[in-house]
């Protein structure tokens, strides 16, 4: 694995680089979104205790993330049975710029956060290769991002982030506990009717 780039800050392993991503860039990426949700529309998946996420989610690549009843996994196939679309080149290109260009990841998972939506304290663990990191972008309204530990519990750190950021979340970050507690509406007007994307690309088999 390469890294090309260099974090503005570390915090528990998490590497943040800060509004790494312009404005022109990130206005592609919210096209390229478009697209995609055209043909893989965002809903939103119950966990398994059954109650629905705040979060709305669709994805791309080879897997999609999905949860239901049965728990949380990666399936190959939407609802419908379709395949999941193709990765764009865009986000391919943030990740070979971050993180490797040796191997691409399965899954970009796309998070849609309106205003009162959060995501809990978790882990990405549902990969079946811990090796290589989650790479996670930030598009639109700024989010306060928790930071825990390995174990679930204990002091947490927060920070909020920006669209343009990105975080590296590998080795000692990969099996940390993190979560959103909340979203600031209106700082941001990337996104026509406001909100907040979070892309995450992970490598899963
Ligand atoms: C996630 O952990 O899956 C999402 C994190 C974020 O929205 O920044
Ligand atoms: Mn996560």
Redesign the pocket.
């Known amino acids: 694995m390469t890294n090309f780039e260099t974090p503005n800050l570390v915090i528990r392993g998490f590497k943040i680089f800060k509004e790494r991503l312009d404005l022109n860039i990130q206005n592609d990426l919210i096209s390229d979104l478009r697209e995609i949700v055209k043909v893989a529309p965002l809903f939103s998946p119950h966990v398994p205790g059954g109650n629905k996420m705040s979060v709305k989610m669709t994805s791309a690549g080879k897997y999609g993330w999905f949860s239901d009843s049965k728990g949380y996994r990666y399936v190959s196939r939407q609802k419908n049975g379709n395949n999941w679309p193709q990765i764009p080149n865009s986000i391919m290109e943030i990740w070979q710029k971050f993180v490797s260009l040796e191997r691409n990841p399965d899954c970009c998972?796309i998070?849609y956060?309106s205003k009162d939506a959060k995501?809990g304290m978790?882990q990405?663990n549902d990969e079946a290769d811990f090796d290589w990191p989650v790479l996670?972008i930030?598009l639109g309204d700024d989010?306060l991002?928790r930071i825990g530990n390995v174990e679930k519990g204990g002091k947490t750190d927060s920070l909020w982030?920006n669209s343009g950021d990105i975080i590296v979340m590998g080795d000692e970050a990969r099996l940390k506990y993190?979560?959103?507690d909340r979203i600031r509406s209106g700082t941001s007007n990337l996104l026509k009717n406001g909100g907040r994307i979070?892309l995450?690309l992970r490598v899963v088999d």
Do not use: P, R
Request: glycine share 6%; proline share 0%.
């Open positions: 998972l998070n956060y995501m978790h990405d996670s930030s989010a991002f982030l993190h979560g959103i979070n995450t």
